[in-house]
């Protein structure tokens, strides 16, 4: 399988982490190879003030600092934020069947949304917007809302399964 990668956006507090994770979890159900991009707005805390990584990366200054463990492995990296998820996702995640960036809900990716009648009254979606078209679904809570791309309710049965079908046929291919 060819990796893929959509982007899961939403309003503040409408669950975007929350269906990541869902998503995540029935995609490796079905054995896909699934990676994962979180954009933030702030600098994330790299590590623990003090401690020897911590040390490495900001007293030294190193460009990079790979901590390494028996679980697992964390990289810093000094860079720019370049909003760009697809350059991310080929330099460090090509090996993924797919890749599902949360946020990024400007980049140029097949999108997912999710909406919550509590987060807001209307979602993100604007049928007159110039990228209308990136949607492939929006995942709701609202037994009203109609839209041209596929409208997924959380109380219909299979909606985690189909949405993970539209993932896989819609995402965006990674090759260059």
């Known amino acids: 399988m060819a990796a893929r990668i959509v982007s899961i956006i939403g309003r503040k ?8 994770v869902a998503l995540t979890g029935e995609l490796l159900r079905r054995r896909v ?17 003090g401690s020897d990584s911590w040390r490495h990366f900001q007293e030294a200054g190193a460009e990079r600092t790979l901590l390494a463990g028996p679980e697992g492995r964390v990289l810093f990296e000094r860079a720019p934020d370049l909003y760009d998820p697809v350059a991310l996702a080929r330099r460090y995640l090509a090996d993924a069947d797919l ?19 509590a987060a807001g009254a209307r979602p993100l979606y604007d049928p007159a ?3 209308a078209g990136e949607w492939i679904a929006i995942v709701t809570d609202d ?7 596929r ?3 959380f109380n ?3 909606w985690l399964q189909a949405l ?4 896989l046929e819609r995402g965006l291919p990674l090759e260059a």
């Open 13 to 20: 507090n409408a669950g975007k982490t929350t269906l990541t």
């Open 33 to 49: 190879r699934v990676m994962t991009i979180k954009h933030g707005h702030h600098a994330g805390q790299p590590d623990i003030p």
């Open 99 to 117: 890749v599902i960036a949360e946020g990024y809900k400007r980049a140029p990716l097949p999108k997912i949304e999710v909406h919550r009648l």
């Open 129 to 131: 917007a110039p990228n």
């Open 143 to 149: 037994p009203r809302l109609a839209a041209p791309c």
């Open 151 to 153: 409208v997924l309710r």
């Open 156 to 158: 219909d049965t299979m």
């Open 164 to 167: 993970a079908g539209l993932a």
